[in-house]
């Protein structure tokens, strides 16, 4: 991440960004930036989907973080996250993980309550990178 500069965007106007994220953010000194598909609870050595939230959670997060170390980025390169949940329900735990996952980071963030392609996933995230 050298000479990377994430600085977050809150304008006075708007009320206080709640959780971790920020309401836009300014990038400087990024050399690269990485595009993460649509990432959904699926991987290789499981074979099949998890049935709760919270597992497919975790491995939607970790699908995210493959891609992004296979570029040498991690968390902290983060610069836009947008979660797509299949119901209100979920929006609490998913922003539990989202905190435990991002720890103090706080990119430009948005949550969409919507169909998901698959019945069987319950979440998909979508992210940029920069570094």
């Not at 836009?24 to 690269?32: I, L, M, S, T």
């Not at 891609?67 to 947008?82: S, Y």
């Not at 209100?88 to 948005?110: M, W, Y």
Request: net charge negative.
């Amino acid at each position: 991440m050298s000479g990377l500069a994430i600085e977050p965007l809150n304008p006075g106007i708007l009320p206080p960004a709640t959780g971790n994220y920020t309401h836009g953010v300014v990038v400087g000194g990024a050399e690269r930036t990485v595009f993460v598909s649509g990432q959904v609870p699926w991987g290789n050595e499981h074979g099949r989907v998890p049935e709760s939230f919270e597992a497919q959670c975790r491995m939607v997060w970790r699908n995210v973080l493959a891609v992004l170390a296979e570029a040498g980025m991690g968390v902290l390169n983060l610069v836009k996250v947008t979660t797509y949940l299949s119901d209100r329900q979920f929006r609490a735990l998913n922003s539990k993980i989202r905190e435990e996952v991002l720890g103090q980071h706080a990119p430009a963030l948005t949550v969409i309550i919507c169909d998901i392609y698959s019945e069987n996933w319950l979440l998909e995230i979508d992210a940029v990178a920069m570094g």
